[in-house]
């Protein structure tokens, strides 16, 4: 599949700070995707960008999808414990059906 | 209820069980998916149904057999299964197949079901 960098990795951070995170690839696509999953259930939809240079919110998340259609970054503002979690990017794939998923953001919110 | 359903949630079984997994998503999508989540893996997909018929097995082994009756439902049928096949299944359910054609590509993932074979 085609290859997504997530970044960073990881990132521990302390409630009330903000929280950027991003994702890059070589191919330009149509649709950028943002999931958050927790551990032991599924990825759930946080934002979906259909358009580029599109910038979202939901809640205190904002997401764009970047002008040259290869990239997209995620915004958490305040962050608070519960937005811990795996956060992932996602593109529709050049062959078959699969969702391409970026390796992941690993979030954690100290109180 | 509404999105994408999975039941049960948790289920343990010895490799000479015979279980199934079932999904219902409620958002009137004509597309579901099994993907298989190992830890420390990225996520696989195995089977895809659109309007209830199978587009895409992903080589998967015969000890997993998928099954749409209808574009609610999807069940995977699991049978002789091995220790390594355990793992999180999710189903995920989009309005059409997923192809990069934009608003229809999006997938809706369940809750999973954690599967543990002995």
């Known amino acids: 599949g085609q290859q997504l960098n997530q970044s960073p990795q990881s990132m521990f951070i302390q409630e009330g700070e903000d929280v950027s995170m991003n994702c890059t690839s070589s191919?330009?696509?149509?649709?950028w995707l943002w999931y958050k999953q927790e551990p032991g259930e599924g990825p759930v939809l946080l934002i979906a960008?259909?358009?580029?240079?599109e910038l979202t919110s939901n809640g205190r998340l904002t997401a764009q999808f970047g002008i040259t259609r290869k990239d997209s970054f995620l915004n958490i503002s305040a962050s608070i414990p519960s937005d811990v979690g795996i956060y992932f990017c996602?593109?529709?794939?050049?062959?078959?059906?699969?969702?391409?998923f970026g390796k992941g953001t690993s979030l954690l919110v100290t109180p | 209820e509404t999105g994408v359903t999975q039941t049960p949630r948790h289920l343990v079984m010895g490799m000479t069980n015979k279980k199934s997994l079932k999904c219902e998503q409620h958002l009137g999508h004509n597309a579901m998916y099994w993907y298989k989540q190992s830890a420390k893996k990225p996520l696989e997909l195995m089977f895809v149904y659109s309007l209830e018929e199978r587009v895409e097995n992903n080589s998967v082994p015969s000890r997993f057999s998928p099954e749409c009756p209808n574009s609610s439902h999807l069940f995977l049928h699991l049978h002789t299964l091995q220790p390594e096949d355990s793992a999180l299944y999710l189903c995920?359910?989009?309005?059409?197949?997923?192809?990069?054609?934009?608003?229809?590509?999006?997938?809706?993932f369940g809750p999973g079901t954690r599967l543990t074979v002995l």
């Open positions: 191919s330009i696509f149509n649709t």
């Open positions: 996602a593109v529709p794939p050049n062959s078959g059906y699969a969702l391409n």
């Open positions: 960008l259909y358009k580029a240079g």
């Open positions: 995920a359910s989009s309005q059409e197949l997923t192809r990069g054609f934009g608003l229809t590509d999006t997938q809706y």
